[in-house]
């Protein structure tokens, strides 16, 4: 019975644990073949850059999304956001997009996400 009760808060505390405050934002994903051809074909103008985002509460919800979101603006062409360090790095195309972009991508992500510093690097090894 104990065992039952532990696995029982665990799981609850699992699906509630990851908030952002924004229960109204839902997110439809469109997996058909006209999503792939709004994206550019090749970078004009490859860059890369480096954000610190806080207000990230946890890898599943908070980072995944964000990365989700970044991966599926018009211009990037890859970006990995890492929980532990609270940090996104990005390639993007300098033609299509700016830095200011994609901080406000983050931000329109979720009222919780704050882009606390980000800056334009010459590659993305940290």
Do not use: H, R
């Not at 901080?103 to 510093?117: D, F, I, L, N, R």
């Amino acid at each position: 019975m104990k065992k039952a009760l532990l696995v029982f808060l665990f799981i609850g505390f699992v699906f509630t644990s990851c908030k952002n405050g924004n229960t109204d934002n839902i997110v439809t994903v469109s997996t058909n073949d006209k999503t792939q051809s709004t994206l550019p074909k090749a970078i004009e103008e490859k860059a890369f850059a480096k954000l610190s985002i806080d207000g990230m509460t946890c890898a599943i919800g908070c980072a995944a999304t964000i990365e989700k979101k970044l991966n599926q603006t018009t211009g990037v062409a890859s970006a990995t956001v890492d929980f532990e360090s609270k940090t996104a790095w990005v390639i993007y195309d300098a033609k299509v997009m700016g830095l200011e972009k994609i901080s406000e991508v983050v931000k329109a992500t979720g009222p919780s996400y704050k882009v606390t510093s980000i800056e334009q690097v010459q590659s993305l090894n940290p």
